[in-house]
Nanobody
Framework: QVQLVESGGGLVQAGGSLRLSCAAS????????MGWFRQAPGKEREFVAY????????YYADSVKDRFTISRDNAKNTVYLQMNSLKPEDTAVYYC?????????????????WGQGTQVTVSS
C-alpha cells in the first residue's frame, strides 16, 4: 500500500510557474508508476502526466506538453510536476496517483492509490 500527499498548489498569474510535489509513504515507492491528473469544477478528472517506476518513460497530455515536466526522486519517495507558462485553463485540483501496473496510463481507473489533491488557480 502507498499513501500520497500533494503539496505546492496555490494562486499564480498567467505565465507563471508552480511546482507540485507528491510525497509517498511506503518502502516500495520505486515499484510504482505515478500519474498526475486534474479536475476542474464541473468537469471530469483528466490525465496530465505519467512517469514510469524508474523514470525512464514519461507521457503528457497534449494540453500541457512542452509546458509541464514530470519527474521523480525515488530516494525521497517523491514525484514532482513542474508547471511553466501556466494558463487560466490550467486551473483545477491536481491529484497524484500510483499503481504498480498501469497499461493505460491516461485512465484514472487504472490507479488504485490517490492523494487528496492540491488546488491550482491561474488568474488572467
Amino acid at each position: 500500500q502507498v499513501q500520497l500527499v500533494e503539496s505546492g498548489g496555490g494562486l499564480v498569474q498567467a505565465g507563471g510557474s508552480l511546482r507540485l510535489s507528491c510525497a509517498a509513504s511506503g518502502r516500495t515507492f520505486s515499484s510504482y508508476a505515478m500519474g498526475w491528473f486534474r479536475q476542474a469544477p464541473g468537469k471530469e478528472r483528466e490525465f496530465v502526466a505519467y512517469i514510469s517506476w524508474g523514470g525512464g518513460n514519461t507521457y503528457y497530455a497534449d494540453s500541457v506538453k512542452d509546458r509541464f515536466t514530470i519527474s521523480r526522486d525515488n530516494a525521497k519517495n517523491t514525484v514532482y510536476l513542474q508547471m511553466n507558462s501556466l494558463k487560466p485553463e490550467d486551473t483545477a485540483v491536481y491529484y497524484c496517483a500510483a499503481d504498480q501496473r498501469v497499461p493505460y496510463y491516461w485512465e484514472p481507473d487504472e490507479y488504485d492509490y490517490w492523494g487528496q489533491g492540491t488546488q491550482v488557480t491561474v488568474s488572467s
